[in-house]
């Protein structure tokens, strides 16, 4: 048995949910999804001050996933915040959703395309890319330029321009797959795979798979050099449940 941590960086339990159900239809019959969000921050991650924000609600996370033994982590933000830091404090191995979602796609496709929500966020994907050596990977990013929360709102309206946006960029950027750039979008992706006959891969669903694959080849992260147990010292103030 594995125990899984996914971790919903801003603090909306509805998207948790998605994310919950995107993880726990993949996970393996040995795998438990524990699924939370941040006890505190931001209630969607919109930009580089959230990111901020975020990645303090996902350390506290971590330390209660470690503190509850499981076997790895998910962070389920399409800007993977904190993720460093939270290699850091963890233990078991820690997949973002971006890392995994673009990793995948570059075992299916040798071209692919992001589609996120807000214009103002296409910038922290190309930052992720380069983080990761995807760049030259990478066709385009495209914004549908709708909040994060829209696609919680059960208009359905911002699933439909994502939909749109998938199938223009099918057309137009020359990419064989497409990876859904919101921790928010992954409910889409089996059924729109299903539509246009091309991978359009979630990160949620993606990162669980990888997680599990090194719980079973029994990679833990890394604790030489940089990855390290975080140095000891004395936090005050907000951070002092931290020590
Ligand atoms: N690009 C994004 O939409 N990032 C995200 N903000 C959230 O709150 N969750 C995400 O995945």
Redesign the pocket.
Known sequence: MSVIQVIN??TSDA?TATIAAAARAVAAPGTEIIAVSAAQGVP???GHFDEAIAAVGVLEQINRGKAQGVDGHVI????DPGLLAARELARGPVIG?AEAAMHMATLVATRFTVV??LPR?LV??RHLLRQYGFEHHCAALHAIDLP?LALEDGSGIAQEKVRQRCIQALREDGCGAIVL????MASLARDLTQEVGVPIIDGVSAAVKMVEALIGLGLSTSKQGDLAWPLRKTMTGAFEHLN
Not at 76 to 79: E, I, N, P, T, V
């Open positions: 960086p801003n998207m969607s991650i919109e389920a933000c399409f800007g959703i996120t929500t966020t922290i994907a994060v750039g919101c921790g928010g």
